[in-house]
């Protein structure tokens, strides 16, 4: 089962995200004013960021920790 600490982690290696790499990932197409927003919030607070996400940005943000080895998060082990 997923704990609250891994999926803290989770969110600090969610934090390692250039702005470039965040841009790529979830925000391609925007104009420099949204992304500096996006960005800006994002680095003040991770968790602020995510809790603004579309359902289609949190699949993006899920697949790129499973694409970069983190995969604790989206371990459950059924308990006995």
Known sequence: MTTLKEFTDALKYIGRLNKFSFKMLL???AIEDY???KWE???KSPLHFLWSCSSDK???I???LLANGYTDI???EEEL
């Open 27 to 29: 925000f391609p197409d």
């Open 35 to 37: 992304l500096d927003a």
């Open 41 to 43: 919030m994002f680095g």
């Open 58 to 60: 949190l699949e993006l």
């Open 62 to 64: 899920s697949g790129w």
């Open 74 to 76: 989206f371990t459950m």
